[in-house]
């Protein structure tokens, strides 16, 4: 079987790579270079080292480490071996951990050295057959395996066999892992490949995080299709950002990376002579943002919309109006459609719930077949649980959510999740996290309590939050009250509550 007859992402994703060996694939700001070549050798190598301790086609991997080449070089690796890559924000603390460990039942985990302890005893508890580090040989690290090999035959895949589990938070608190099949993040590369423009001069300055749609699947995806230059910052930098831009072609953000550098005087179109392209997306771009961008470099940002269920689904055009405050039109192959809670088409202009369908579209939510079949419609559309409306030119605006969600600096937070920690705290009688206008992060997390006879105090709060929480699932406020405001059915009105501390 050839490569263009193999449904795995790998083979998809490298079909370039050989005619580009001497090109640079990724550059570190440290000088670190992996050409292609090296790509193809260290993909290979961690897909024999996996394939050596256990590990066979089907099987999850756990990967909880910071960002870097060989990071990259272990997802594509597990791609090859035909196992299922499982990446977890590196701020997660063990109450987290130890969800997805039970839920997916990773046959093994790699995690950064100085956590082997603390991962490697839960992992124990949750009955992982093996622990590794990523990182200089020793201490158990995936880069002591004596000679792995530096060819692999990249297993084959079929179309919905599944390559990767995102997990997603819910209304109930609980995450949920979205499965993601190798036709699912294949069609949505190539779409986006072609939609966005790529080209063999093309140089991506990546900033965002590998663990999450947007850093490991849409801006990764398009430099390894192009086959060209990555430069792959460990975070987002804003002067660093700067002093790259005028070697890069292509930049992805998160609207909070566009307003902080803003924030810098000396950001301007001088530096981003070189650039053809800025994208946003995981948060609402302010069209104020939006409009002082263009006015300080010259450049329309262009702003898309997707989600971990299903990647991209909508984007502004690359050659055409970039309409601020829009998430412009449905990609190729992609059916959207707006309906009342009826499911009915509404009209133009007004607000509706947001449903899609197509390639890109998840295959289900990881052993939860009872919450995959509620989020489906009968005739296989996603409810997105995102409210919007069409324009009279077709594009579209995301007006809001009706699940509650907070999107803070990018990243998801359900209040539910964070509620039942707080909840859970001495002194604390109940509680409404709610989401607050933020001029930096787009909202901030801000928690509304009800305490005990004796307030515990925000700062206590906080703290005793911190082990249980991602860093940036943490209230950036707390607030106390006598009551929640309820309606007649005693649901808490988060409106009312928005409302009120907005305009604090």
């Given at each position: 079987?050839?490569?263009?007859?193999?449904?795995?992402?790998?083979?998809?994703?490298?079909?370039?790579?050989?005619?580009?060996?001497?090109?640079?694939?990724?550059?570190?700001?440290?000088?670190?270079?992996?050409?292609?070549?090296?790509?193809?050798?260290?993909?290979?190598?961690?897909?024999?080292?996996?394939?050596?301790?256990?590990?066979?086609?089907?099987?999850?991997?756990?990967?909880?480490?910071?960002?870097?080449?060989?990071?990259?070089?272990?997802y594509?690796?597990?791609?090859?071996?035909?196992?299922?890559?499982?990446?977890?924000?590196?701020?997660?603390?063990?109450?987290?951990?130890?969800?997805?460990?039970?839920?997916?039942?990773?046959?093994?985990v790699?995690?950064?050295?100085?956590?082997?302890?603390?991962?490697?005893?839960?992992?124990?508890?949750?009955?992982?057959?093996?622990?590794?580090?990523?990182?200089?040989?020793?201490?158990?690290?995936?880069?002591?395996?004596?000679?792995?090999?530096?060819?692999?035959d990249?297993?084959?895949?079929?179309?919905?066999?599944?390559?990767?589990i995102?997990?997603?938070?819910?209304?109930?608190?609980?995450?949920?892992?979205?499965?993601?099949?190798?036709?699912?993040?294949?069609s949505?590369?190539?779409?986006?490949?072609?939609?966005?423009?790529?080209?063999?001069?093309?140089?991506?300055?990546?900033?965002?995080?590998?663990?999450?749609?947007?850093?490991?699947?849409?801006?990764?995806?398009?430099?390894?299709?192009?086959?060209?230059?990555?430069?792959?910052?460990?975070?987002?930098?804003?002067?660093?950002?700067?002093?790259?831009?005028?070697?890069a072609?292509?930049?992805?953000?998160?609207?909070t990376?566009?307003?902080?550098?803003?924030?810098?005087?000396?950001?301007?179109?001088?530096?981003?002579?070189?650039?053809?392209?800025?994208?946003?997306?995981?948060?609402?771009?302010?069209?104020?943002?939006?409009?002082?961008?263009?006015?300080?470099?010259?450049?329309?940002?262009?702003?898309?919309?997707?989600?971990?269920?299903?990647?991209?689904?909508?984007?502004?055009?690359?050659?055409?109006?970039?309409?601020?405050?829009?998430?412009?039109?449905?990609?190729?192959?992609?059916?959207?459609?707006?309906?009342?809670?009826?499911?009915?088409?509404?009209?133009?202009?007004?607000?509706?719930?947001?449903?899609?369908?197509?390639?890109?579209?998840?295959?289900?939510?990881?052993?939860?077949?009872?919450?995959?079949?509620?989020?489906?419609?009968?005739?296989?559309?996603?409810?997105?649980?995102?409210?919007?409306?069409?324009?009279?030119?077709?594009?579209?605006?995301?007006?809001?959510?009706?699940?509650?969600?907070?999107?803070?600096?990018?990243?998801?937070?359900?209040?539910?999740?964070?509620?039942?920690?707080?909840?859970?705290?001495?002194?604390?009688?109940?509680?409404?996290?709610?989401?607050?206008?933020?001029?930096?992060f787009?909202?901030?997390?801000?928690?509304?309590?009800?305490?005990?006879?004796?307030?515990?105090?925000?700062?206590?709060?906080?703290?005793a939050?911190?082990?249980?929480?991602?860093?940036?699932?943490?209230?950036?406020?707390?607030?106390?009250?006598?009551?929640?405001?309820?309606?007649?059915?005693g649901?808490?009105?988060?409106?009312?509550?928005?409302?009120?501390?907005?305009?604090?």
């Open positions: 079987m050839t490569d263009h007859q193999n449904a795995n992402l790998y083979a998809l994703l490298s079909r370039r790579f050989h005619d580009r060996r001497d090109t640079v694939a990724i550059e570190t700001p440290v000088g670190k270079r992996l050409t292609y070549a090296d790509v193809e050798r260290e993909s290979a190598r961690f897909a024999n080292r996996l394939v050596a301790l256990g590990a066979r086609s089907g099987d999850r991997v756990a990967v909880q480490v910071d960002k870097s080449p060989e990071a990259l070089c272990l594509l690796g597990c791609l090859r071996a035909g196992l299922i890559y499982l990446p977890l924000n590196s701020g997660y603390p063990v109450r987290e951990l130890e969800h997805f460990f039970r839920d997916a039942e990773p046959r093994m790699v995690c950064r050295p100085q956590d082997r302890d603390m991962v490697g005893g839960l992992a124990g508890r949750c009955g992982v057959d093996s622990v590794s580090t990523l990182g200089d040989a020793g201490d158990g690290s995936l880069m002591e395996l004596p000679a792995p090999g530096d060819a692999f990249t297993v084959v895949s079929g179309d919905d066999d599944i390559a990767a995102l997990y997603t938070s819910g209304t109930t608190g609980k995450p949920k892992g979205a499965a993601l099949s190798h036709r699912n993040l294949g949505n590369a190539v779409t986006l490949h072609a939609a966005w423009g790529f080209g063999a001069g093309d140089v991506l300055l990546h900033a965002l995080p590998l663990f999450h749609t947007h850093g490991l699947f849409v801006a990764c995806h398009c430099s390894l299709l192009n086959a060209t230059p990555m430069l792959l910052l460990p975070k987002f930098d804003p002067r660093q950002v700067i002093d790259l831009l005028p070697r072609s292509v930049f992805m953000g998160v609207p990376f566009y307003t902080r550098l803003l924030t810098d005087s000396d950001f301007g179109r001088a530096q981003c002579a070189n650039m053809r392209l800025f994208v946003s997306g995981s948060a609402p771009l302010l069209e104020q943002t939006h409009d002082e961008f263009l006015k300080r470099t010259g450049h329309t940002i262009l702003e898309r919309y997707g989600m971990t269920e299903c990647g991209m689904s909508t984007s502004n055009p690359l050659d055409g109006e970039r309409k601020a405050g829009t998430v412009g039109l449905p990609l190729p192959g992609v059916s959207l459609r707006i309906v009342d809670d009826a499911g009915n088409a509404v009209a133009t202009g007004e607000i509706g719930q947001i449903e899609f369908r197509g390639p890109n579209v998840f295959q289900g939510y990881w052993r939860n077949f009872d919450k995959t079949a509620e989020e489906f419609t009968q005739d296989g559309y996603f409810r997105s649980g995102d409210l919007g409306t069409f324009d009279e030119d077709g594009y579209i605006s995301i007006v809001g959510r009706d699940k509650d969600l907070i999107i803070s600096g990018g990243f998801n937070v359900y209040p539910k999740e964070v509620e039942l920690c707080i909840d859970g705290l001495d002194g604390v009688s109940e509680s409404a996290v709610i989401g607050v206008p933020d001029a930096d787009g909202e901030r997390v801000t928690a509304v309590v009800v305490p005990e006879a004796d307030e515990p105090g925000e700062e206590a709060i906080i703290t939050l911190r082990p249980l929480l991602a860093a940036y699932k943490l209230p950036k406020k707390v607030t106390f009250v006598d009551a929640l405001p309820r309606n007649a059915m649901k808490v009105q988060k409106n009312i509550l928005r409302e009120r501390f907005t305009k604090r």
